[in-house]
């Protein structure tokens, strides 16, 4: 143990590290949990080139004529059939353990002759799914063409994108902000709130400490965790998934940075007045649904409707995805993604400024 | 050592005048004014609510006043000096819990690197007996021992004045015993205290002078002795009878200084309690009552509250 003095920011910064580390919880939120997450939804949502399509061929209707149907559909290595009656099968479309139902239609007539001859199909899918109507395509493509249709135009698939395309590329930016948003807020929430519960804060006015050092120091702990906040996340996506940053690892870690200092401004600003812990959740709970539900951590924001969008874009969580995306995903540059950052950047000015203004000691 | 008589001729080193506050339901406290002089130690004693706490916080800048003038050696809160002037002051404050994961020297150095000057980690760390618990973390001390680290951290920027609320509140003898020792360590060095407390025994061993505050005022100040002396009575007998004694007949018997009825009880302020008890047992009995629960003891400044409010220091 030294005897070296060193200067409060440093001290109290130290002091808010050590009190971080020192919380065997507060490790496993921050680190742990973000990986555990990003692991199961990677898999849960795991790239599907090359996948089967799932169908459900139904046992009814003229066994001849069915088991002609079954035999065509078996020689396409595109499906994996299950042969199932009405009842079952809707419940698997259902479940999603089919996309969509084969069967003969029963109010066709029936065919003249068993054999070779084509017969009426009805497709059962959900419209709403994606994946339901691509599979009744896939199904009613295998169908046609084992009945003899041809292609008129000539067609090839080209190269598949080999950058940032899968679900688990565009999952882990995503959960790199969600993770800066969510531990800036609770740690400097919870951490502030109960120092001023305990009477901290008013023992600490009542030195000669500068209250700019104090609030300096939460940003600044805050900064020596998120390297390793930001490398648990990636570094899981990269051995896991092999997810690459495209572009620089600077950039990733200086956007990272300001989504840090602007979360940390705004969860400075959310922790300025509260009197309990109780009462600093609440606030911190409804500061994050917005952004939660709306700035495309799991999925594209782009799917709201488009009056919202401009009003989305300004979430701080949606500008420091967006620029996480950029150069993690596009390989942009900084000077592309200057828009939200710019964004970030004035999150975290007004959320300092305003803080420490209102802030309450006591 | 600083020379009390001389002190006295110097500028206190904190006084107020006609300190005011207000809060919405209650008016803390009511036109205060006190004069504290350099080495002094100077005790605030009075029961919860009247306003000690409340006090010692302004006088601290850390509650501004409603009315009234503070100067804390030679200057004022809010005059643009605030950070010089709590260079020189210690501050222990009513239930302040530090960080329970950091260690005890963890917690010393931090609070050490506020000040300018100020001792040394391990030094205050000894004066405080917390040397052998220096790595602990401070969740894990007990009541005593966490009270000696907030005295640790108010002494570790050598303050010239000391603030201490309640110091040994909640603390088993043995455990305020330690704290005391250190305190009078402070005081032996020249320096200033300021305390509140509600433990007469605690006013009595450290402080030089004892202001009594009720409701917001002082209703008597003056050196422990001289305001047990005030009582013009050397013991106390508190009893209870099974009935009703007019307070004028019990006032009239010999020896008798004052009497008091304290709820069920009566308080008598005597002269020596020997002479006098047979008195009072038979001015009972020629009514037909009973003495019960009956005490004796030396008249103390729990007495001289009573004996000024009708009410004890622990009543609520």
Redo the contacts between chains.
């Keep these: 143990?030294s005897?070296r003095?060193?200067?409060?920011l440093?001290?109290?910064t130290?002091?808010r590290i050590?009190?971080f580390v020192?919380?065997p919880e507060a490790v496993f939120w921050v680190f742990v949990f973000p990986v555990l997450m990003a692991v199961a939804l990677g898999i849960a949502f795991r790239s599907q080139t090359g996948a089967l399509t799932s169908v459900a061929l139904l046992d009814s209707g003229p066994p001849a004529a069915r088991a002609e149907l079954e035999k065509k559909l078996r020689t396409s290595p595109r499906l994996q059939l299950r042969v199932m009656n009405e009842a079952d099968a809707a419940v698997a479309l259902r479940k999603t353990r089919v996309e969509v139902i084969v069967g003969l239609d029963p109010s066709a007539p029936p065919a003249p002759a068993a054999g070779s001859a084509p017969p009426a199909l009805v497709y059962g899918f959900d419209p709403a799914r994606a994946e339901g109507r691509a599979a009744r395509l896939v199904v009613d493509d295998v169908v046609q063409r084992a009945w003899g249709r041809t292609d008129a135009v000539a067609a090839r698939d080209g190269p598949p994108p080999t950058r940032g395309s899968r679900y688990i590329d565009f999952l882990i930016p995503g959960l790199i902000g969600m993770n800066l948003m969510g531990s800036g807020l609770w740690g400097i929430g919870f951490s502030v709130v109960s120092?001023r519960v305990?009477?901290?804060l008013?023992?600490?006015?009542?030195?000669?400490?500068?209250r700019g050092d104090y609030l300096a120091s939460i940003a600044l702990s805050r900064l020596l965790f998120l390297g390793l906040e930001v490398a648990a996340i990636a570094g899981a996506g990269r051995l896991l998934f092999g997810v690459r940053i495209q572009g620089s690892l600077a950039a990733v870690m200086l956007v990272s940075l300001l989504g840090a200092l602007s979360f940390g401004g705004i969860g400075l600003l959310v922790a300025a007045r509260p009197r309990t812990i109780e009462a600093v959740s609440g606030w911190m709970n409804l500061v994050q649904l917005p952004m939660w539900l709306l700035s495309g951590t799991f999925f594209s924001y782009e799917r709201f409707p488009a009056f919202a969008l401009p009003f989305i874009r300004i979430l701080p969580l949606t500008a420091l995805n967006d620029a996480l995306r950029g150069i993690i995903n596009d390989g942009s540059s900084l000077a592309m993604v200057w828009s939200p950052v710019l964004v970030l950047v004035v999150w975290g000015l007004v959320g300092f400024v305003v803080a420490v203004r209102i802030f309450r000691w006591? | 050592m600083t020379n009390v008589m001389s002190a006295h001729a110097t500028a206190p080193a904190v006084s107020c005048r006609g300190l005011v506050k207000r809060y919405p339901d209650v008016l803390a406290v009511d036109g205060l004014d006190l004069d504290v002089h350099p080495g002094e130690c100077f005790g605030l004693l009075g029961p919860n609510g009247a306003g000690k706490t409340t006090t010692v916080e302004m006088l601290e800048g850390l509650t501004t006043p409603d009315a009234g003038d503070i100067t804390l050696l030679g200057e004022r809160w809010g005059q643009g000096h605030d950070r010089r002037l709590r260079q020189q002051l210690g501050v222990q404050l009513q239930e302040t819990k530090l960080s329970e994961k950091l260690t005890v020297r963890e917690t010393v150095r931090l609070f050490r690197s506020f000040f300018d000057e100020g001792r040394e980690v391990e030094a205050v760390m000894d004066l405080a007996g917390l040397q052998e618990k220096a790595g602990a973390r401070v969740g894990k001390l007990s009541g005593g021992q966490k009270q000696r680290l907030a005295l640790a951290c108010a002494l570790v920027g050598a303050p010239k004045v000391l603030f201490l609320d309640e110091p040994s509140t909640g603390l088993d003898p043995q455990a305020r015993l330690r704290v005391w020792e250190i305190v009078e360590q402070f005081k032996q060095l020249g320096g200033t205290v300021i305390l509140t407390t509600h433990y007469m025994e605690e006013a009595a061993r450290l402080c030089d002078r004892v202001a009594i505050i009720d409701h917001g005022k002082v209703i008597a100040q003056d050196a422990p002795a001289a305001l047990v002396d005030s009582l013009g009575a050397r013991q106390v007998i508190t009893f209870t009878a099974d009935g009703d004694i007019d307070q004028a007949e019990l006032a009239a018997l010999p020896g008798v200084r004052s009497v008091i009825r304290q709820s069920e009880s009566w308080v008598l302020n005597v002269e020596q309690a020997g002479p006098v008890l047979p008195s009072v047992i038979n001015a009972l009995a020629a009514r037909g009552l009973q003495m019960e629960r009956l005490s004796t003891h030396q008249a103390t400044l729990e007495d001289v509250f009573v004996h000024l409010t009708g009410r004890g220091l622990r009543d609520e």
């Design positions: 143990m005897n003095r060193l200067p409060p440093v001290e109290l130290l002091a050590l009190e020192r919380e120092a305990n009477k901290l008013k023992r600490l006015a009542a030195t000669p400490m500068r006591q």
